[in-house]
């Protein structure tokens, strides 16, 4: 089927669109709906992988959207379900499983695309993310993992985060609401970090410019002998 393999650059593309659009109208059954939803989202991803690399900005901030939207439609679907009563235990291990997928496939297209268009790209990660934790609150998991609470607590340890900012993040009740506090906390870290690493530059600069001069310390000439 030429429409159903058609790229953006193809003038055919929009009717691959279209019967997108028709293929869920006419989809009755919920979960087998929201299958065929994630399944679109995947044909975004893809096409995403091809016009990165492109330098085609437009075509791909589009592309991020639509997937945005529709990921973030899935979470909402699947959240709504559950709440009805529905067993959704087969559909939400499949969007877990895509969803993931997908979050790899996104970090990758991140590195080769412009940095026009990076917000785009980042708010599709930030969809990933949210289906992954959509299931994991349907399917009543920790709202935190052991392992991200060992590093949160090593963290404080650091001083890198305070007790009250470790322990918003540990008492969330939804993974949703874990993974919004981190995210406040992650400029933090950032910050951080690009802080030390101007540290490290300027001593290194203080070093060049001692060995330049025949002045460098004789004490960190035995130091590095050790």
């Not at 499949?94 to 412009?114: F, G, I, M, W």
């Not at 934790?133 to 607590?153: C, G, H, S, Y």
């Amino acid at each position: 089927d030429f429409v159903k393999d058609a790229t953006p650059s193809d003038p055919f593309y929009f009717v691959k669109r279209a019967e997108e659009g028709l293929t869920l109208t006419f989809t009755f059954n919920n979960e087998e709906k929201e299958k065929t939803r994630l399944e679109f989202a995947g044909e975004r991803l893809a096409e995403m992988q091809e016009v990165a690399s492109k330098g085609n900005i437009d075509t791909l901030n589009s592309l991020a959207k639509s997937y945005e939207n529709t990921m973030k439609s899935i979470s909402q679907n699947l959240e709504n379900l559950n709440d009805k009563g529905q067993d959704v235990k087969t559909l939400a291990d499949k969007v877990d499983q895509e969803a993931s997928r997908h979050n790899l496939v996104l970090e990758e297209v991140a590195l080769v695309a412009p940095e026009a268009a990076t917000e785009g790209i980042d708010k599709a990660i930030s969809a990933s993310e949210l289906a992954v934790d959509t299931v994991a609150d349907v399917e009543n998991r920790p709202a935190v993992p052991e392992v991200v609470v060992n590093r949160l607590k090593a963290t404080e340890a650091l001083g890198i985060l305070t007790s009250e900012e470790v322990n918003k993040v540990i008492d969330s009740s939804t993974r949703k609401d874990a993974r919004n506090e981190l995210r406040k906390y992650k400029s933090i870290v950032l910050l951080l970090i690009t802080s030390l690493m101007r540290i490290i530059e300027k001593c290194n600069n203080v070093v060049k410019m001692y060995i330049c001069s025949n002045e460098f310390p004789s004490f960190l000439l035995y130091s590095s002998e050790l």
